[in-house]
């Protein structure tokens, strides 16, 4: 199947025209559910990427291209902008999705001038709705918390971790320093108070499977983040994770609420780590997957798949004469072994070319030429002036930049984007988001299914800018005790 075959279809409210009027108003119906599914970091290109790459690896292509493929889902794109910038962080992009305002960049459903918003979570939660959050970050990270806590600021996961008791009915994830009392700057016993409140602490794989679907559920399956799919780590899987919470939250006669995070996908971005990026895109599919299997059996569920932002826009460039060596290039990403998060460790703090070659070499079945080497070995060192590109002037970007020239895949930077997310939505309750979507329309949309009737306080930029400055200074003169 080439990209002309996986897009066919006509993306927007003209799609609808297609349909009977049967399909048209099953898709204009109130859901009982509702799965936000979230690839963190999914710049729109890697769409593309992942399909192709899913079929080389896996031998069949992605659940979210053949949505796009299906005309009775709705197709769209997503304006994420956040108050102070066009190019949004996960906080305030979940944020909005998650409270229905748009806030700055690194804080969490809290307006510039201290105001507390109130997250859908809380509400559906109150509304006799069951809850969860799931994610291969750690469970306080920003998306999730985009949908259920408001913090001044997203690196304060001590104190978001906190608001979930009672909350969230099941949470999976990682993060356990942070409930932790040996591991808490506090000493706090989070995780206690979390079992005194009736939750099922749950750190193994095995423990998980084992659980009881019938209690509330904390399930932190590694300190920090989940590890990397390609790391391949004896931690549950994002699909697992999915699954487990379906099961936990469907018996509520009053429906349920949950997000569903691929979250590492962002970070492998930011490493410019694309090896490191698909396996994690096709862990959140296989997620995916589960969700719209869900869906189609109950008939009541809407399953929205979006991202928060872009990240770094890596795209596939053309390869050899008439790009006829592209696929090949592409293909010797399968040969990657570890993500680019455990090849530091690897290398060291003061590799020599040698090592660097040799590493890559063994890890990556590339034999890095000498020039290539050495500039990741300065770099690795701490040199500047490697790249000329600034913001990709450090040993991991110099080293996605030499892999560019083996795997054909190029980065824009180490940051995030501003371009317009992917969105598609099926189920009932699907229609409105076809076509172009404010972020901040998405939660008026999910509390009116769930019969909530719920303003929020806003803020334009113009109004904000006053309170901007201001909430920059508390930040640098406070920083977090936890950091990102």
Not at 23 to 51: H, T, W, Y
Not at 321 to 344: D, M, N, Q, V
Not at 379 to 408: C, E, P, T
Request: charged share 20%; hydrophobic share 40%.
């Amino acid at each position: 199947m080439n990209r002309r075959q996986i897009f066919s279809v006509p993306m927007g409210l003209g799609a609808s025209a297609l349909l009977s009027p049967a399909q048209v108003k099953a898709k204009a119906g109130r859901p009982k559910n509702i799965i936000f599914c979230v690839s963190d970091g999914m710049s729109p290109g890697v769409l593309m990427l992942a399909e192709y790459f899913s079929r080389i690896a896996r031998g069949k292509g992605t659940r979210w291209a053949a949505l796009m493929n299906d005309m009775t889902a709705s197709r769209g794109v997503q304006d994420v902008a956040a108050l102070n910038s066009p190019v949004t962080d996960s906080s305030s992009s979940s944020s909005a999705w998650g409270s229905g305002s748009r806030i700055n960049n690194a804080q969490v459903n809290v307006l510039p001038d201290g105001t507390k918003l109130t997250p859908i979570l809380e509400l559906a939660k109150a509304a006799g709705r069951r809850t969860a959050l799931v994610t291969t970050a750690t469970v306080t990270h920003a998306t999730p918390a985009g949908f259920a806590a408001s913090q001044e600021r997203r690196d304060d996961e001590h104190l978001i971790g906190l608001q979930y008791k009672g909350r969230v009915d099941c949470i999976l994830g990682g993060g356990q320093k942070f409930f932790d009392p040996a591991k808490r700057k506090d000493k706090r016993d989070a995780e206690g108070e979390f079992r005194q409140a009736g939750y099922q602490i749950v750190k193994a794989k095995g423990d998980l499977l084992k659980a009881d679907r019938s209690k509330p559920m904390l399930g932190l399956f590694s300190d920090g983040h989940i590890p990397f799919t390609l790391d391949k780590a004896a931690v549950p899987a994002l699909a697992e994770m999915a699954g487990y919470a379906l099961e936990a939250v469907s018996g509520s006669s009053k429906g349920f609420i949950m997000q569903v995070e691929g979250a590492r996908v962002d970070h492998a971005a930011h490493n410019n780590d694309i090896a490191g990026q698909l396996w994690d895109q096709l862990a959140f599919d296989d997620a995916l997957g589960v969700c719209l299997d869900f869906a189609a059996r109950k008939g009541d569920t809407l399953v929205i798949t979006t991202s928060d932002h872009g990240n770094a826009s890596p795209g596939l460039n053309g390869m050899g004469p008439e790009y006829t060596e592209s696929g090949k290039c592409f293909e010797r990403i399968l040969k990657a072994k570890s993500s680019f998060e455990l090849l530091p460790r690897m290398l060291g703090s003061r590799p020599t070319a040698a090592r660097v070659r040799e590493v890559i070499e063994a890890d990556r079945g590339i034999v890095l030429a000498a020039a290539e080497a050495e500039a990741v070995a300065q770099a690795a060192g701490g040199r500047k002036g490697i790249s000329l590109n600034r913001g990709q002037d450090v040993a991991l970007g110099v080293l996605g930049l030499v892999l560019s020239n083996y795997y054909g895949v190029g980065y824009t930077g180490m940051n995030h984007t501003g371009e317009y997310t992917t969105i598609t939505a099926t189920g009932p309750g699907s229609l409105p988001f076809e076509g172009l979507v404010r972020n901040t329309d998405v939660f008026g949309r999910l509390t009116r299914y769930m019969g909530i009737n719920h303003k929020n306080p806003s803020m334009t930029p113009e109004q904000a800018m006053q309170f901007n400055s201001k909430v920059a200074a508390a930040r640098l003169s406070a920083p977090s005790a936890w950091g990102v």
